[in-house]
Every structure is written in C-alpha cells, then in structure tokens.
C-alpha cells in the first residue's frame, strides 16, 4: 500500500527500541542483559497483559544511560516513522522511570529533544514532546517531575497519564494537571483501554483532557459514546498494542470500525511498536486487510490524526493537503 501521510499522537520513545539497539547500547555502555541473545529476547514478547508487557518494557530501559542513547534511539524511531508515512509526531517520554534508576532529567529530556530539534530537516517529520507520568506512582512524584521540568524549561508541549490502568483512576492527578494547565501545557490521559469508560469520563471532567489516548471501552457506555461525538474528542487509538496486551482477543475483535462507523474521532497509532509487532503503516496494512477499509476511511482516519494534532494551521494544513493528494491518487 502507497504509504498514507499521517500524524502519530500515541507513541512512547521507550517503547520504540529495538532488540538489535537494546543489545548495541548494552554493548556501548558495559551492561549485562540476562538474554541468550536476540532470538531470546524477541521470544519474550509475547503478553498475557499489561503488566506483563510493563516488566519487560522497565527492564530493558536499563541500557539507555546517556544523552546520547536517548538521541540514538529517537533518531531510530524517526527514521522509520518517516519510511511509514508519518509526516507529524508527539511523542512521549517517561521521566519517572529514568530517574528511578538515577539517570538525570536533562540526560533523558536533553538527549530526546535534540534528535527532535532536527526532525523535519532530517526526516520530515514535524514534533512535540509530551512528557507522561506514571499512575501508578503518587501524584505527589509526578508533580515533583512537572515542577522540575518547567524550571529546567523543558521543550514539552503537555502531559500525560500512563502504565498500569486498572486501580488507577485518573481522578488522582487532579492538581498535577491543574499546574499543567496553569502552565500552559496540553493535557491528555490513557482511560478506557483496560480501565472502565469511567476512566475516560474522569480524565475529561476532573483533568481536562484535550485528547484520550485509547478509548476503546467508551464503546460500551452509550451516553459516554454520545458525549465524545458530539465533543470530537480525539481517541488515539493503537489496534495492535490492544490485541497484543489482549485488550482484545483478535484484531477482527477490535471496535474500530463500529467507533469510525459511530462519529467518533479516532486515529490509528503504534503506541510501543517494538513490542507490539508494528509501527503505524503495518497498523494500517493490517486494519486494511482484516476490515477493508476503504480509501476514503483509510484517509479520514489519518485525516482525524491530523486534526487532533497540536499543530499551527499552516502545518495543519499542509498535511491535511497531503491526505487529500493520497486520497485522489488512490482513484
């Protein structure tokens, strides 16, 4: 398929390494993994759930170290971002979980932000930076993190809310999304892919939410459902993370299609592509051979991606022109 231009909102920096970069930092830093090799390690990657994705996804952060590992492993992400079709990506980073193994804030958010300063000369691909904190740490941590992000003048764009859902409610972080808010920052949860749609309708009445990353359990609260049409709340959704931390039992489960069938404001994102068995343009692939999906729905998904983006209207525009140049090539 002639690659479809898109904007990923749904993608974790960590998420994006390599069992062939996990093994070179390794190398390059004098860490001993406790794999027999590569063919060890990607045997691993088969979930039960998310906790379950979680203890492998923490262990293997232990080989970024340094600036330049963080740099490294955003230019890789980028790369193929771009060979997918993204032309725009926000992307998240974890702050919490390097500092807990006292890697300093600036190593990670320096080393991360200077591959993105050169994205779009590099790779063509616009991006903003979201740093997303963990639910299940105290909200106190996560505000401690947002304060020292702001006065180390960090290039973020906004928070987010993310691991381990269920137990977890967004109702929590009230106040760390307020100073967020204060400062001026975007502000997005993950709600309503292992947690309940409550979890969704908490993170837009108490956080304010501007987007929902997944979303896919609003499907079953029709009054929910109503609300996020009618409010073209964006859902960032991730079709093959869902299936591999069997959030769904198969990708011919997934209610994708009733959610676009429905109104809703859904875009199609990798989230952990390393992990997950895909980036965007094999989600895409993917959703086409398993649904098919038309040109036309294949754009509006993109088209939706576009829109939920926290872009200027001249990039907007641009990219949406993009979309429809796709469109039409496809007859």
């Known amino acids: 398929m002639l690659r479809l231009p898109s904007a990923e909102l749904h993608l974790h920096i960590e998420g994006t390494l390599e069992p062939e970069l996990i093994f070179e930092l390794a190398g390059r830093n004098g860490i001993a993994l406790p794999y027999a090799g590569l063919a060890d390690l990607r045997d691993r990657y088969e979930f039960t759930d998310l906790q379950s994705f979680l203890d492998l996804y923490y262990s293997n952060m232990q080989v970024l170290r340094t600036e330049a590992d963080f740099a490294d492993m955003t230019r890789a992400y980028l790369r193929r971002a771009a060979a997918a079709g993204v032309r725009h990506a926000e992307i998240m980073m974890v702050p919490q979980a390097h500092l807990a193994r006292g890697v300093a804030l600036e190593t990670c958010v320096n080393g991360v932000a200077s591959a993105l300063a050169d994205s779009e000369a590099e790779f063509g691909v616009s991006t903003g930076l979201i740093a997303a904190f963990l639910r299940d740490r105290p909200a106190a941590e996560a505000l401690q993190v947002l304060e020292a992000l702001l006065a180390m003048d960090a290039p973020i764009i906004g928070i987010d809310l993310d691991s381990a859902e269920v137990g977890h409610p967004p109702g929590g972080f009230t106040e760390v999304y307020a100073r967020a808010h204060a400062a001026g920052l975007k502000r997005i949860a993950h709600a309503g892919e292992e947690g309940p749609p409550e979890y969704v309708r908490e993170a837009l009445d108490l956080l304010g939410v501007d987007r929902i990353d997944h979303g896919i359990r609003c499907m079953e609260d029709e009054e929910l459902v109503r609300r996020l049409v009618a409010g073209q709340v964006p859902l960032t959704v991730c079709p093959l993370s869902n299936v591999r931390l069997r959030a769904v039992d198969t990708l011919a489960d997934h209610p994708l299609p009733a959610m676009l069938e429905r109104g809703l404001n859904v875009s199609v994102n990798s989230d952990d592509p390393a992990y997950f068995g895909g980036y965007v343009d ?38 949406l022109a993009g979309v429809g140049h796709w469109r039409a090539a496809q007859g």
Do not use: I, W, Y
């Open 282 to 319: 094999d989600n895409f692939s993917q959703l086409e051979r398993t649904f098919g999906f038309s040109a036309d729905q294949l754009a509006t998904l993109a088209a939706n991606s576009v829109r939920s983006a926290f872009l200027g209207e001249q990039r907007r525009d641009a990219l």
